[in-house]
């Protein structure tokens, strides 16, 4: 099994451009996540999923959007880039409830000029 | 509201010593409490979780941590650090409520001198 897997690895935006990050999970996880990570602040969640076409506002949504049009896969939009979405981004998952542990996928730094 | 606060930003142990990282969490249940570790340019990798029961839990690579409700705890520990420990490490916790959402800490740095 792969796991969670990350796509890109790294990718640089200019301001004002949009991207799509792509996470895969082969584990049959129901719950799926979006994080970011900056220095001193840890992981701050984004959107997540609890379920096929269903996501939800994390603690910092804005300027972003998700979609979890199959099981597997949760895309995480970037439709203006601005240099303050310069991070991080880890995508998890779970099985559905809790207190289930998630498992994290490698990353994917992005920057923003 | 939920939070976990790591109040070490970054500890310097020598290889073979004794290791103690702090957790506080905030949290109005019995919380379900875990610690991961990241290594540099990677993802993070769970290194054990508290759920009920035995406040002492085990985990990966020599790792244990102790959950003390009386002091809203659960501080990862270690009795002999190898030079491969050197990390950052990660406190969070989890929400009974939908999603099973997590709280991190700001995390530790942890550098190991040989």
């Known amino acids: 099994n792969a796991g969670v897997t990350q796509t890109p690895k790294f990718r640089v935006l200019k301001t004002g451009q949009s991207m799509t990050l792509l996470c895969a999970q082969d584990?049959?996880?129901?719950?799926m996540y979006w994080y970011r990570q900056d220095p001193g602040m840890g992981l701050r969640l984004i959107h997540y999923?609890?379920?096929?076409?269903?996501?939800a506002k994390g603690e910092v949504p804005d300027g972003y959007n998700v979609s979890r049009l199959k099981k597997q896969n949760f895309l995480l939009g970037l439709e203006s880039a601005a240099p303050s979405q310069t991070s991080v981004y880890f995508c998890?998952?779970?099985?559905?409830?809790?207190?289930?542990?998630?498992?994290f996928g490698p990353g994917t730094r992005l920057t923003v000029t | 509201a939920q939070s976990v606060t790591q109040p070490d930003i970054h500890i310097t142990v020598s290889e073979g010593a004794s290791l103690e990282l702090r957790c506080n969490y905030s949290y109005g249940a019995t919380p379900y409490l875990f610690w991961y570790v990241q290594s540099p340019g990677q993802g993070l990798q769970l290194l054990l979780k508290y759920f009920s029961g035995d406040t002492l839990v085990q985990g990966i690579k020599g790792f244990e941590a102790e959950f003390k409700r009386s002091q809203s705890s659960f501080n990862l520990r270690k009795p002999s650090v190898h030079w491969s420990d050197a990390a950052e490490y990660f406190c969070?916790?989890?929400?009974?409520?939908?999603?099973?959402?997590?709280?991190f800490g700001t995390g530790t740095s942890l550098t190991v001198i040989p």
């Open positions: 969070a916790v989890g929400a009974r409520g939908t999603g099973n959402q997590f709280y």
């Open positions: 999923s609890v379920g096929e076409g269903t996501t």
């Open positions: 584990m049959n996880h129901e719950y």
């Open positions: 998890a998952s779970s099985y559905r409830g809790a207190p289930y542990e998630q498992y």
